[in-house]
C-alpha cells in the first residue's frame, strides 16, 4: 500500500522518497554536518546496531531451545506484514505518529525557545496500526468474518499484542544473556582528541605568545574479565604537539601499559565471578520453558478462556536476568527471568461452570439455539391453547361449557405469560452473548466494530434436534393458523337454533345449524387449498427427516459397545474407590440405572419402534386422512362433497357435516376407527414433535466422552517429568542455594595480587622508539582484614534464609500441582457421573414432552377440555426439557476444557507447527510413561536432565535420629557437607494429653 509522507518545517511539502533519507531545508546546517562528518571517524548506523542485536538474540534463544520439549520453531520478534501490529515504515527512522496538536506545539516552541526543526525529517503518518491489515481478513458479501476454532487461534497469534509482548520479553533476556558474555569478551576502547591553544605575550609571564596544536590518543586500551577474577587492561597512549611561535618545536610521547589485578580471597573464584553469566543463562534457559509453555497456555486462553499464565521475565536494564540485592560491601544476584508461576488447573467447585473463550462462545451459542427452540415451542403451545378455545367458544348447550372456558382462558394465560418470560430470558442472553464476543474480539487483538461470527461443529453432536425440523414445524404451524383464519371465516356463519327435544317433546333444545351463504363456496376452496403444503411437508418428511433420523438410530447402534465398556469401567472406578479409604471421589451408592447396558438396548429397541410407528402413520393414515380409500373419502373428498351438494342440504346436515367432519373432526369410538387420524392438524405438530424425540434420544444417546482414566499419583509424577514451570521452579531453588556461596565470598577478607607495567619512548622526537630502559614492572599484595563484617553478616543471614524461604516455596508449589491435579481428576469424575445423569435427564424431559402431547391431543380430539394444570405441565416440561439440554451440554463443554487443561497441566500439551493443540485423545494410565514427543524426533528418546528428587541411601543415614542433638562442627572443610543430627523421632499427639 502507497504511504504519502509529509514535511512540516515550511508549509507542507511531500517526499516520495525512502522514509529514513532526510532532507535538510537549511544549508548551514547541511555544512555544519559535513565539516564535522569530515573530522569524525565513520561509524555504523542504526540498522547494523539493530541487525547485530537480533542476530545474537535469536542465536541465544536457538542455543537454549535446543530439547524437543522446548523447541521454539520459527521463533522471531518480527511482526507479520499480515497483524494489525505491523508497522510498514522504516524500523530505524518510522515517521512521527499523530500527536495532540497542544501538546506537539511544545515540540516546537518550548519555553520560548525554538525546538529541534528535524522532527519531520522522517514524514508524518495518521495510522498507529498497520492500514492494510483487514485486507488479509476473508469477510464475507454481508461484511462478516467467519472464524473457526482453528482461525481464532491463527488470528490471536498474528494480532495479540500480550503474546507479541511476551515475544519481546524473550529476546530481551537474550539480549541480558549477551552482555554478560560481553563482560568476558576483549574489549577494545580506542578515541582522538585534538587542541588548538593560543597564548597572549602575558599569559606566560615571558613577553611572547605562542600557539600550540596538540593530537593526543583518547582511552586506546584494550581490557578483558576473566573467570577466575582476574582483569587484564593493556593501553596505549600517543601525544604529538607542534609549537608554531617561540621555540617552534614539536615533541612526542608514547606509552605501552598494562596492569593484571587478581583477587585471592574476596571476589575470586568462580562461584562469585561467574554468577551474573551463570544466573543470565540459566534465566534464558527458563525463558524458552516458560514461553513455551506460555504459547500452550495462549491456545487454552483462546479456545477456553483460561488463563495463559506467566510468561518470560527479566528486571531490566542491561543485566534484565539478575536483580542485584544491595548491601554494604556486598552484592547477591538471583534469578528472576523464567516465570516459575504456580500450579495450573482448571478444577473448581462448581460443577458445570460456563467456559471461556471459544468454547464458551460456542455454549452461548448452543444454549441461545436451545432457547429459541423453547421459545417456539412455548409459541406453539400457547397458539394450540388458543385455538382449542376458540373452538369452544363456537359451540353451544354443551354441559359445562362455561367452566371449561374459563379453565382454558386460565391455561392461555399461564401459557403466555411463560412465552413473554421465555422471550425475555432469550434477549437478555442474546445480549450477554455480544458482550462477550466484543470481549473476545479484544483478545484476538481485534477492533470491537468488525462483524465476527463464531462457527466451528465442535458442537454441532449437541444440535439433538435437527434445525430444518424446527422450519418444518414452523411452516406447519403457519399453515395451521392459515387454516384456523379460513375456518374461523365459516364459523362465524354458524348459529343456533330452537328446537323440540325428540326425548321429551315439551323441551326445547339448541342446535347449531349452517345456511349456506354466498362467500362459502371461495372460503371452502381456500380451505383445500391449506391442505396442499401439509401433503408437501409430509413427502419432506418421508424423504429426508424419517431418513436423517434412522441414520442417528444407526450411529446410537454404533455406539451402544463403546457406551458399555465406558459404564462398566466407570462402575468399576466407583467401586473401588468406595473401598478407598482416602478416596479422590467417596461416591455413596449410585443409580445402577445409568450403569444399566439393558437400560441401553431398551432405548434402542424403543426408538425403533417409535419410529417405526410414525413412519407408519406418516405413510398410510396421513394418506388415508387426506384422500380417504374406497367409500372413505377423506378429508379433501368430503370438501369436494360439500361443494357438489352442499347447497341442497338442510342447516342442521351442513352443519354436521362440514364442523364434524372437515373443520373439527373428533376420535371415532367405534372399533374399526382405531388407530386412525382424526384431526392431521392436531396429530401432525404432535407427530413432529414426537420425531423430534425420537432424534433427541439416538443423538444424545450416542455422544460419548474422551476416556480421563489415571490416577492422581500417576499424574503427579508426569507433571513432575514434562512441566516445564517444575523445572524452572527446581532451578529457581538451586539458585537461592548458589547465592548463599555467592554471598559468603563477601565475609572474607580481602587478598590482591597486582602486577603493572609500562614501556615509553626513548628519543621525543621519534613516537616510536621504544626502549626498555624506559620502562617500568611493578608486583605487589594488597590485603584487608575482615573486621567489619557487619553488611557483609547480614546479607549472608539473608541469604541462608532466603534459601530456605526457596524451599518452601518450591513444595508449596508442587503441593499446589497436586492440588490443581487432584481437583482436575475428581471434577472430570464428577462431570463423568453427571454426564450420564443429565443424559438421562434430557430422555426424561423428552418423555415429559411426548406425553403432555398425547394428553393434550387425547383431550382436544374427544372434546374434553384442557385439565386444569395442562398449561402449567406443558410450560415446566418445555423447562426441563431446556435445562437438561443445557446442562447435557455444558457437562461435555465442562469436561473437553478439563481434558484440555489436564493435558497442560500434565506437561505433555503439544502443539503443531501453525499452534493448534494437537489432540493426546485417550489419558489414560499409561499416559506420558513414554515420551510423547518420541514422533517429532523420528523415535529417538529425548531424555531429560535427571532431577534430583529422591535422596541418596547413603545421605539418609546420616540424617537417622539420634539420642542427643549436637550442632554441626565448624571445622569442616570447604566443600564438605557435615549433617545437623536430628533429634529422636516421636509421633505428633493427635489430642491434647490429659492433665
Not at 562461584?271 to 540459566?282: G, I, K, Q, S
Not at 458442537?459 to 399453515?479: G, K, S, V
Not at 432405548?603 to 417405526?612: D, F, H, P, V
Request: glycine fraction near 8%; proline fraction near 5%; hydrophobic fraction near 40%.
Amino acid at each position: 500500500m502507497p504511504v504519502e509522507y509529509v514535511g512540516k518545517r515550511s508549509g507542507t511539502r511531500q517526499s516520495s522518497g525512502h522514509p529514513c533519507n532526510r532532507k535538510s531545508g537549511d544549508f548551514r546546517y547541511v555544512l555544519a554536518a559535513l565539516v564535522l562528518a569530515a573530522f569524525a571517524a565513520p561509524g555504523c548506523n542504526r540498522a547494523y546496531y539493530r541487525r547485530q542485536a537480533d542476530w545474537d538474540a535469536y542465536n541465544l534463544v536457538r542455543e537454549k531451545a535446543n530439547h524437543p520439549h522446548w523447541d521454539l520453531e520459527r521463533y522471531t520478534i518480527a511482526v507479520d506484514p499480515r497483524s494489525r501490529m505491523y508497522d510498514p515504515f522504516c524500523a530505524d527512522c518510522p515517521p512521527i505518529p499523530p500527536d495532540d496538536p497542544v501538546a506537539h506545539e511544545l515540540m516546537h516552541c518550548v519555553d520560548n525557545k525554538r525546538g529541534w526543526p528535524f522532527w519531520h525529517d522522517n514524514g508524518d503518518t495518521a495510522n498507529v496500526e498497520n492500514p492494510a491489515w483487514p485486507a488479509y481478513l476473508e469477510f464475507d458479501a454481508r461484511g462478516a468474518l467467519t472464524v473457526s476454532s482453528q482461525d481464532a487461534v491463527r488470528i490471536a497469534l498474528l494480532n495479540s499484542p500480550n503474546y507479541q509482548q511476551n515475544l519481546e520479553q524473550l529476546y530481551l533476556s537474550a539480549l541480558d544473556v549477551s552482555f554478560e558474555r560481553f563482560r568476558f569478551d576483549t574489549q577494545g576502547f580506542a578515541g582522538y582528541e585534538t587542541f588548538f591553544t593560543a597564548d597572549g605575550r602575558l599569559r606566560g609571564g615571558g613577553g611572547q605568545s605562542s600557539s600550540i596544536f596538540e593530537a593526543n590518543t583518547r582511552n586506546w586500551r584494550l581490557q578483558r574479565l576473566f573467570s577466575t577474577g582476574s582483569e587484564l587492561v593493556v593501553g596505549f597512549a600517543n601525544s604529538l604537539v607542534w609549537q608554531f611561535s617561540g621555540p617552534d618545536d614539536y615533541s612526542t610521547n608514547t606509552l605501552i601499559d598494562f596492569a593484571l589485578f587478581q583477587p585471592l580471597l574476596r571476589d575470586a573464584g568462580r562461584e562469585r565471578v561467574l554468577e551474573r553469566l551463570t544466573t543470565a543463562e540459566r534465566a534464558l534457559l527458563g525463558n524458552v520453558r516458560i514461553m513455551e509453555q506460555y504459547r500452550q497456555g495462549f491456545y487454552l486462553s483462546i479456545i477456553t478462556g483460561r488463563g495463559a499464565g506467566p510468561g518470560p521475565s527479566r528486571s531490566g536494564g542491561v543485566i534484565g536476568t539478575t536483580q542485584e540485592v544491595q548491601t554494604t560491601g556486598s552484592t547477591a544476584f538471583a534469578l528472576t527471568g523464567g516465570g516459575a508461576g504456580g500450579g495450573g488447573g482448571f478444577g473448581g467447585d462448581s460443577a458445570t461452570p460456563q467456559a471461556g473463550g471459544y468454547m464458551g462462545l460456542l455454549q452461548d451459542q448452543q444454549q441461545i439455539r436451545n432457547l429459541e427452540d423453547n421459545v417456539e415451542r412455548q409459541r406453539a403451545n400457547l397458539y394450540r391453547l388458543e385455538e382449542f378455545l376458540n373452538e369452544l367458544k363456537t359451540r353451544s348447550g354443551e354441559a359445562g361449557l362455561v367452566g371449561n372456558i374459563l379453565n382454558q382462558d386460565l391455561q392461555v394465560a399461564q401459557a403466555r405469560q411463560a412465552l413473554l418470560s421465555a422471550e425475555n430470558t432469550l434477549v437478555s442472553a442474546r445480549n450477554t452473548y455480544q458482550a462477550s464476543l466484543d470481549q473476545f474480539k479484544n483478545t484476538l487483538g481485534l477492533p470491537p466494530q468488525i462483524c465476527l461470527e463464531i462457527t466451528d461443529p465442535m458442537l454441532d453432536q449437541f444440535q439433538l434436534i435437527d434445525p430444518a425440523t424446527m422450519q418444518q414445524q414452523r411452516a406447519l404451524e403457519r399453515i395451521v393458523a392459515e387454516f384456523g383464519a379460513v375456518r374461523q371465516r365459516i364459523v362465524s356463519h354458524v348459529t343456533t337454533k330452537s328446537v323440540p327435544d325428540p326425548a321429551d317433546p315439551m323441551r326445547i333444545t339448541l342446535v347449531r345449524v349452517l345456511e349456506w351463504y354466498p362467500e362459502i363456496e371461495q372460503d371452502l376452496a381456500d380451505l383445500k387449498t391449506k391442505f396442499e403444503p401439509i401433503t408437501t411437508i409430509r413427502q419432506t418428511l418421508l424423504d429426508q427427516y424419517l431418513p436423517e433420523i434412522e441414520q442417528d438410530l444407526v450411529r446410537f447402534e454404533a455406539a451402544l459397545p463403546r457406551r458399555k465398556e465406558w459404564l462398566a469401567k466407570l462402575r468399576q472406578r466407583l467401586a473401588a474407590m468406595q473401598e478407598d479409604p482416602c478416596s479422590l471421589l467417596p461416591v455413596p451408592e449410585l443409580s445402577e440405572d445409568i450403569f444399566s447396558a439393558t437400560r441401553l438396548d431398551e432405548s434402542l429397541a424403543g426408538a425403533r419402534e417409535q419410529l417405526a410407528r410414525l413412519v407408519g402413520k406418516i405413510n398410510e393414515q396421513y394418506q388415508l386422512h387426506l384422500f380417504g380409500a374406497g367409500d372413505d373419502k377423506g378429508r379433501i373428498g368430503k370438501i369436494d362433497e360439500i361443494l357438489a351438494n352442499g347447497q341442497t342440504w338442510t342447516p342442521e346436515r351442513l352443519f354436521q357435516e362440514l364442523y364434524d367432519g372437515v373443520l373439527y373432526p373428533k376420535a371415532s369410538t367405534e372399533a374399526s376407527a382405531a388407530g386412525q387420524i382424526a384431526d392431521i392438524f392436531v396429530e401432525m405438530p404432535a407427530d413432529i414433535i414426537a420425531l423430534q424425540l425420537v432424534q433427541a434420544r439416538a443423538r444424545s444417546e450416542a455422544v460419548e466422552l474422551v476416556a480421563i482414566d489415571i490416577r492422581a499419583d500417576q499424574a503427579l509424577e508426569v507433571a513432575r517429568k514434562y512441566r516445564r514451570d517444575w523445572m524452572n521452579n527446581r532451578a529457581g531453588l538451586v539458585n537461592a542455594w548458589r547465592n548463599i556461596e555467592f554471598v559468603a565470598d563477601q565475609l572474607q577478607g580481602t587478598l590482591d595480587v597486582f602486577f603493572s607495567g609500562d614501556i615509553g619512548n626513548a628519543n621525543p622526537n621519534q613516537p616510536f622508539s621504544l626502549n626498555s630502559d624506559t620502562g617500568r614492572l611493578r608486583v605487589g599484595v594488597q590485603f584487608d582484614a575482615p573486621i567489619t563484617r557487619l553488611a557483609e553478616r547480614n546479607a549472608y543471614r539473608q541469604a541462608l534464609i532466603s534459601y530456605q524461604q526457596q524451599r518452601r516455596q518450591f513444595y508449596a508449589f508442587e503441593d499446589s500441582v497436586a492440588r490443581n491435579l487432584r481437583a482436575t481428576l475428581r471434577t472430570a469424575l464428577t462431570n463423568q457421573l453427571n454426564f450420564e445423569y443429565q443424559r438421562q435427564a434430557v430422555l426424561i424431559a423428552a418423555q415429559q414432552i411426548d406425553r403432555n402431547e398425547d394428553i393434550r391431543i387425547n383431550g382436544e380430539l374427544t372434546a374434553q377440555g384442557a385439565r386444569a394444570t395442562a398449561a402449567r405441565d406443558a410450560v415446566s416440561a418445555l423447562t426441563d426439557l431446556l435445562n437438561a439440554q443445557n446442562q447435557f451440554l455444558a457437562f461435555w463443554v465442562n469436561y473437553e476444557v478439563l481434558r484440555r487443561g489436564l493435558d497442560f497441566d500434565l506437561g505433555t500439551f503439544q502443539l503443531d507447527a501453525e499452534g493448534l493443540w494437537i489432540d493426546p485423545g485417550t489419558i489414560g494410565e499409561d499416559y506420558g510413561k513414554y515420551d510423547p514427543w518420541l514422533w517429532r524426533t523420528g523415535g529417538a528418546d529425548c531424555p531429560l536432565p535427571a532431577a534430583n528428587e529422591v535422596t541418596p541411601p547413603e545421605v539418609l543415614a546420616g540424617l537417622g535420629p539420634t539420642d542427643q542433638h549436637a550442632e554441626s562442627s565448624s571445622a569442616a572443610p570447604h566443600g564438605q557437607s557435615p549433617h545437623e543430627a536430628l533429634p529422636p523421632a516421636q509421633g505428633l499427639p493427635l489430642v491434647p494429653p490429659e492433665r
